[in-house]
C-alpha cells in the first residue's frame, strides 16, 4: 500500500497501524468457569457483530457475551461478486462461529425475533429468551418490499437481488450460466443509501469477466438511480480496457430509474416509460435496517437507526447498540470493514460503560476494495473521527487513474489480503493471551 502516491491515503495507513496495535495491546485471556457478572447479548454474526463478540469477551472475560446468528455459517457479502465471476468457490465465503464457541462466547444459531427493552430480554424462535444488560444489533439490511412496484419476495425467486449472500447468489450464479451467448444482463441499482456502494459496479466488472470468458458476444446494461456511484471514473476506465462495448451504464438524468417491475416477463420499465428486456435480470431494491432493529423500535423515519457517533449507542433507547449496515453514520459507507470498526468502537464502550471507566476517543477507517478483472483492483480508503452527532472525515482517496497494469495487480493482490486478514481477525482467529 505505501506505493499509493497519495499523501492523505498515507496519512490513513499509519492511522491504521497504530489503531491495530492500540487493539492487539487489549487481547486477554479466555475465560474461566465463573458466575458472570455481566450479560451482553449480540444479534447478528456477521462483520459488526462477531467483531463486538469477539472483543468484548477478550476485554471482560468473566462476562456472559452471547452471539445470536440464525445461520450456522455465515457467508460473506465481501467477495462474493467474485463467486459471480467465476473467481471464487461458493464455500470460500462461509465462515462457521467454532473459534468464537472456542473462546467462551456462548453461539446461540437461532433467529431473534423481538426486543424487550424494557425488560431486557431478546426473543429466540427456537431458544428461551436471554436477559441482557447489554445489547448490540449488528441486523445488517431487509428490503423495502413493494418499494420498486412489482419487486416482492417472491418476485425476488425469477429476478434475484443477491444482496444477502446465499441461495440468492448461487439462484443469480445458475441464471447466469444458463443464459444464451448474446444475452442482456440487466442490474438495477437502487438509490442512496444501500450496503455496498460500489457492490453494483464490482458484480457487473465480475460478470463481464465470466461473460468476455465465456459468452462474449453478451451485453450488460445498469439502469442506475442515481448520477454518480462510487469509484465510478476507476470503474469506467476499467470497463473499457477491459470489455470495451460490452458494459452500458444509463444515469438517472438519463431515464436509469426503474419504477416498475414484470419479473415474469424479465421486464423492466423505466421513469419515463421506457420499457427494457432482460436474458437475466438483477434488481438490487431499496433497503432498510433489519427487522429486529425495527422491532426493537431503535429505527426512524428513514428505515435506519439513528446511533450516538462516539459510541453507536441508540438514540432512543437505553443500552441498545446498533453497528454496521443498519446504523446511520454517514459519511461512513455501509460496508464490512466500516462495521468492523464501529463494532470494535462499540465493544470498547460497552466494557468501558460496564466497568465504570471514562468513554474512549472514538476513531473510524474504512476501505474498500474492489475487482474490474482478476488482475485490476481499486480502492478507497478513509479515516474518521467522532463526536456525539457527527462522524468526521479527516483523511482518504481512491486510486489513481491511469495506473499501471503493476499498479492494479497490487491493489487485486491487497484486497485479497484484506479479506483474509479481517475473517482470520472476526471468525477464525483463537484467543491470544495477553503477556
Not at 125 to 136: T, V
Not at 150 to 170: M, R, V
Not at 208 to 220: E, G, L, T, V
Request: some cysteine; aromatic content about 8%; charged content about 15%.
Amino acid at each position: 500500500m505505501s506505493t499509493i502516491p497519495n499523501p492523505k491515503r498515507r496519512q490513513w495507513l499509519r492511522h491504521i497501524g497504530s489503531s491495530a496495535l492500540a487493539g492487539a495491546a487489549v487481547v486477554s485471556a479466555p475465560s474461566l468457569a465463573r458466575t458472570p457478572t455481566h450479560r451482553v447479548v449480540i444479534v447478528g454474526g456477521g462483520f459488526g457483530g462477531a467483531t463486538a463478540a469477539r472483543y468484548i469477551k477478550q476485554r471482560l472475560p468473566q462476562a456472559e457475551v452471547s452471539l445470536i446468528e440464525a445461520q450456522a455459517q455465515y457467508y460473506t457479502c465481501p467477495f462474493s461478486n467474485l463467486y459471480l465471476g467465476g473467481l471464487k468457490d461458493f464455500d470460500e465465503l462461509g465462515h462457521d462461529f467454532s473459534n468464537l464457541a472456542a473462546q467462551g462466547i456462548r453461539v446461540i444459531t437461532d433467529l431473534a425475533t423481538a426486543v424487550d427493552t424494557e425488560q431486557k430480554r431478546v426473543h429466540l424462535a427456537h431458544h428461551a429468551a436471554i436477559h441482557y444488560d447489554k445489547l448490540l444489533l449488528a441486523p445488517g439490511i431487509d428490503f423495502k418490499w413493494n418499494a420498486l412496484e412489482g419487486y416482492d419476495e417472491a418476485a425476488s425467486l425469477l429476478a434475484p437481488h443477491a444482496w444477502k449472500t446465499g441461495p440468492q447468489t448461487q439462484r443469480l450464479k445458475k441464471q447466469l450460466e444458463a443464459m444464451p451467448d448474446g444475452g442482456l444482463f440487466i442490474l438495477v441499482a437502487p438509490e442512496n443509501p444501500f450496503r455496498c456502494p460500489p457492490g453494483p459496479y464490482e458484480r457487473v466488472s465480475m460478470i463481464a469477466h465470466y461473460f468476455k470468458q465465456h459468452k462474449p458476444r453478451s451485453k450488460i446494461l445498469i439502469l442506475d438511480a442515481k448520477d454518480a456511484f462510487s469509484k465510478q471514473a476507476l470503474f469506467q476506465q476499467g470497463w473499457q480496457q477491459h470489455y470495451g462495448s460490452m458494459i452500458e451504464w444509463i444515469p438517472f438524468a438519463q431515464d436509469g430509474k426503474v419504477v416498475r417491475v414484470d419479473a415474469n416477463r424479465l421486464q423492466v420499465e423505466t421513469e419515463f416509460g421506457t420499457v427494457h428486456q432482460a436474458d437475466v435480470l438483477n434488481v438490487i431494491p431499496p433497503q432498510q435496517a433489519g427487522a429486529i432493529a425495527v422491532q426493537a423500535g431503535v429505527t426512524d423515519n428513514s428505515g435506519w437507526v439513528p446511533v450516538d457517533s462516539s459510541n453507536f449507542a441508540s438514540q432512543q433507547v437505553a443500552d441498545v447498540y446498533v453497528v454496521g449496515d443498519a446504523s446511520i453514520a454517514s459519511p461512513m459507507p455501509k460496508s464490512g470493514f466500516a462495521a468492523n470498526a464501529q463494532a470494535k468502537v462499540a465493544a470498547t464502550a460497552i466494557v468501558n460503560d460496564l466497568l465504570g471507566q471514562d468513554p474512549a476517543q472514538a476513531f473510524y477507517a474504512n476501505t474498500c476494495y474492489s475487482l474490474i478483472a482478476p488482475h485490476h483492483g481499486i480502492s478507497v480508503a478513509n479515516a474518521y473521527v467522532a463526536d456525539e452527532t457527527h462522524v468526521i472525515e479527516t483523511s482518504g482517496g481512491v486510486s489513481p487513474l491511469d495506473g499501471s497494469a503493476a499498479f492494479r495487480q497490487k491493489e487485486a493482490d491487497y484486497g485479497a489480503a484484506w479479506y483474509k486478514a479481517i475473517s482470520q481477525d472476526i471468525w477464525n482467529s483463537p484467543l491470544v493471551k495477553a503477556t
